[in-house]
């Protein structure tokens, strides 16, 4: 039974072996405390369910304890950069608790309201992080069901949104459990149709809700508003929502056709997936389809969709992809450049993402490589110093963009990432040997 002491204003002074620093907030079943784990030594955050024991037909008992269920099943299953994850699931006692990651800052919904609104890069950025790990989750077997701003995490930094993260799966729909699931649930302002009749949903359902989301933070007003249940229900199935066009300035036409298109009434006329989704929103900031607003910024979307265009990150999920975005060290390089100088330690490596750089051994042009290429790879595969100096010369011949990591950042990756980076750079060094022994076998293929 987990220990729970009480101070004053009933805050716990410990909840199992966590110290209880402050309360967070509070839902209609469950408090949420910050904590400190003082194995991890760090703060998490924990949803305690409140302590109260009904009869077993009481209305809300059964509610509250599939809601718990729903979460607890999510415990360390959930691994993704823009998902809060769930460390731990206990559910001793009457008061059964979530230990979360916590993550300091507000949730979007502080960014609803008409006077705090965002940027639109930066709305259409978050839209797409979103739209990523809700179909990370949706490949877990997942449907959230309850994507609104209250449930989006905003990452501060010096005040500023750098990052989100989706939170809240107590009324997720877990395709692959065999229990009997809570149907009906959700907020019925950002609810599809379908979803409020209580039918068969899936991911298009979140779609619909994130585009809610994402036209009540350009708009500062949800698509759908009305004084009772009723009337609103009653614009969700047969209003169209009104167009974003006049309500901001900045919103063009192909920003509000996105917008709208996810929150089309019936699930076949919304995106079929979420990378469809994803790939309209990114396009938007791409093709400058929404104002920039800070010129020349590379976006975290922009490099994403990069990577995944490279042949040396097609084994790379979404995931591993997400941690490139951002450990990588990213710069650009003028034409002339040189990037390596033969006899150099090598203390770095580089993937090409655009332009060119030529490589010459004494002097005599060996090689143009090009975007999706790896050069100064034995920076890190290198067992010793003396294998680690570079035996050609490399310059930049077009002007090229390059993604670099050091042997020591890439071992602040996780190990399914390094072992991608691996398997890349084996792939790499087995045509390099391929070509090799074809020079030697044909020397006169090779000109």
């Not at 010096?158 to 229990?179: E, I, P, R, T």
């Not at 035996?391 to 077009?398: E, F, P, R």
């Not at 040997?433 to 074809?438: D, G, M, N, P, Q």
Request: aromatic residues 8%; hydrophobic residues 40%.
């Amino acid at each position: 039974m987990p220990r729970v002491t009480a101070l004053a204003d009933d805050l716990p002074s410990h909840i199992g072996r966590y110290q209880v620093l402050k309360r967070l907030g509070e839902g209609a079943t469950s408090d949420v405390f910050l904590a400190r784990d003082p194995f991890q030594g760090q703060d998490v955050a924990i949803k305690r369910m409140r302590a109260w024991a009904p009869p077993p037909d009481a209305p809300g008992s059964d509610f509250s304890n599939r809601f718990f269920s729903a979460e607890a099943a999510l415990a360390g299953r959930l691994h993704h950069p823009n998902v809060v994850a769930i460390l731990d699931a206990v559910a001793e006692g009457s008061a059964p608790y979530l230990v979360m990651e916590y993550v300091p800052g507000v949730t979007l919904k502080h960014f609803c309201r008409s006077d705090r609104l965002l940027a639109l890069d930066q709305i259409v950025e978050l839209g797409f992080k979103c739209a990523m790990a809700l179909s990370y989750v949706y490949r877990q077997g997942v449907i959230h069901r309850d994507v609104k701003p209250a449930n989006l995490l905003a990452v501060l930094d010096n005040g500023q949104v750098v990052d989100v993260k989706v939170s809240d799966f107590g009324s997720a729909l877990n395709l692959n459990a065999d229990s009997t699931q809570i149907h009906r649930v959700g907020s019925l302002a950002y609810m599809p149709p379908e979803q409020i009749e209580g039918g068969d949903v899936d991911c298009r359902a979140d779609i619909y809700a994130l585009g809610a989301v994402l036209y009540h933070l350009i708009g500062g007003r949800p698509p759908f508003d009305a004084p009772h249940q009723m009337a609103l229900m009653h614009q969700i199935y047969h209003q169209p929502p009104l167009p974003l066009m006049g309500q901001r300035e900045g919103v063009t036409e192909a920003l509000d056709a996105v917008v709208l298109r996810a929150l089309a009434k019936g699930p076949h006329d919304r995106f079929p997936d979420w990378d469809s989704f994803a790939q309209a929103l990114s396009s938007l900031v791409a093709s400058q389809q929404v104002p920039l607003n800070r010129l020349g910024e590379v976006r975290d979307s922009e490099r994403f969709n990069l990577l995944r265009s490279l042949e040396f990150f097609a084994e790379f999920g979404d995931v591993q992809l997400w941690e490139v975005v951002r450990r990588a060290r990213w710069k650009r390089y003028p034409q002339g450049y040189a990037l390596f100088k033969r006899g150099q330690e090598g203390n770095s490596f580089h993937i090409i993402a655009q332009g060119e750089v030529e490589v010459f051994r004494d002097g005599r042009l060996v090689a143009t490589l090009g975007r999706g290429t790896s050069v100064g790879e034995m920076a890190y595969l290198a067992p010793n110093p003396d294998l680690r100096r570079h035996s050609t010369d490399i310059k930049v011949s077009q002007e090229c963009t390059t993604i670099s990591f050091t042997p020591e950042s890439i071992g602040q990756l996780s190990p399914e990432c390094q072992h991608r980076f691996d398997r890349g750079f084996i792939r790499v060094l087995v045509r390099r040997l391929h070509s090799a022994h074809e020079a030697l076998a044909h020397p006169r293929r090779i000109l």
